[in-house]
């Protein structure tokens, strides 16, 4: 079992910057990849952003690519979304995942164990 809880969401205006942050515990955080969805109000849970477990590799959605920028230190256990140039609609309840041994980066399914969420609001 892996528990993630993440932190650092609130309500920013338009062109600000938030930091969140997911601390895993549980298991070697090391050992595996992690990512970062969101829900907006009224629409699916949605791939944002992926990285593997030595920080080699970042994957991004082209709705945030260049804003926002996934990092992780694994002698904290955890794992952090730098969200730069924020508009409206990345509004959302933001979660953490640990990613499974075989799956698209990009897949909801290809996900084991979720963080319950924080929710970011940016105002327009």
């Known amino acids: 079992q892996v528990q993630l809880v993440e932190s650092g969401g609130g309500l920013v205006q338009a062109g600000g910057s938030l930091r969140l942050s997911c601390a895993a515990s549980?298991?070697?955080?090391?050992?595996?990849?992690m990512g970062w969805f969101r829900r907006a109000p009224g629409k699916e849970r949605e791939f944002v952003g992926a990285i593997d477990r030595r920080s080699s590799v970042t994957y991004y959605a082209d709705s945030v690519k260049g804003r926002f920028t996934i990092s992780r230190d694994n002698a904290k256990n955890t794992v952090y979304l730098q969200m730069n140039s924020l508009k409206s609609e990345d509004t959302a309840v933001y979660y953490c995942?640990?990613?499974?041994?075989?799956?698209?980066?990009?897949?909801?399914?290809?996900?084991?164990?979720w963080g319950q969420g924080t929710q970011v609001t940016v105002s327009s």
């Open positions: 995942a640990v990613r499974g041994s075989y799956g698209s980066y990009g897949y909801e399914a290809s996900y084991e164990y």
């Open positions: 549980g298991r070697t955080f090391s050992s595996f990849d």
